[in-house]
């Protein structure tokens, strides 16, 4: 598999109509890899908590249209990132999107842990509830975005549920930045899959970003990792590799707590 994550940077000089039109760019380069993945609200930023409301989209919204084309136009399953989605029945969501390379929806993913505490994200969005796989040809990705990394809980779900890709859409501040890399390596580690997690650079509402998107393979191996600006990091590997994994060194098996069936 070729998985392309692209760690594009927000401007905040540059309008969301034009930072939507180089993402489809930059999309549309990655012709002939498997998967391409975009960041956690690279529309606005995941720090422009002012922006969240005036650009928030119906799910099927200008991102959306923008983001189906562009995957059946590459040919690549896209995981186009999250925006703020408006639900015309309730809240704000921070809303992940996935398409197949025909341009279909495959899936859609609201975020479960909201970042803020008592501000931002943690006020302004709701909470998603709902577990999510997509099954690709070869293997079944499990979706995660950004603060979800802080909650293993989540991933080991998410692998009873099958998943062997976990991938992670973000915002991640530089400041900590060290927590990103241990995060993403434990969550490969402790479920033994691959982790893809896919960082902004730039800065966001005046928070420098973290960049350093990263692959980890199962046995918390850092397969590559991007700088802190604006790059794609592109990475072959064989999901093989999982069950591989998972056969030589079968720890999984031995799981005593959390065995409840999955939320789907």
């Known amino acids: 598999m070729r998985a392309s994550l692209i760690q594009i940077a927000v401007d905040e000089r540059e309008s969301v109509a034009d930072r939507r039109q180089r993402a489809v760019a930059l999309v549309r380069e990655q012709a002939g890899a498997d998967l391409v993945v975009l960041p956690e609200l ?10 969240f409301g005036p650009e928030a989209e119906p799910l099927e919204g200008p991102t959306y249209e923008a983001m189906a084309k562009a995957a059946a136009d590459a040919g690549v399953w896209l995981h186009a990132g999250s925006i703020p989605e408006r639900d015309p029945e309730g809240p704000l969501y921070n809303t992940s999107l996935v398409f197949s390379p025909s341009g279909d929806l495959a899936a859609a993913y609201r975020k479960i842990h909201r970042f803020g505490f008592d501000k931002g994200e943690a ?3 709701g909470a998603g509830g709902d577990l999510v796989t997509v099954r690709l ?18 991933f080991r779900s998410l692998t009873a549920a099958g998943a062997e890709i976990l991938v992670l859409p973000a915002g991640w501040p530089e400041r900590r930045r060290a927590h990103w890399t241990l995060l993403a390596r434990a969550r490969a580690v402790e479920n033994q899959a691959f982790v893809l997690a896919c960082g902004t650079a ?6 420098p970003q973290a960049g350093h998107s990263i692959v980890v393979d199962p046995w918390g191996e850092v397969l590559a990792e991007a700088g802190a600006g604006e790059e794609v990091l592109t990475v072959e590997f064989d999901p093989a590799k999982v ?6 060194f079968p ?7 959390g065995l409840e069936p999955p939320r789907r």
């Open 42 to 51: 690279w529309t606005t930023g995941a720090f422009a908590y002012d922006d």
């Open 123 to 125: 006020v302004l969005m």
């Open 137 to 154: 040809p070869d293997t079944t990705l499990g979706l995660g975005t950004c603060y979800d990394l802080r909650f293993p809980e989540l």
């Open 202 to 207: 730039g800065t966001h509402a005046g928070v």
């Open 243 to 248: 069950a591989e994994t998972r056969e030589q």
């Open 251 to 257: 720890a999984l098996k031995d799981r005593m707590l």
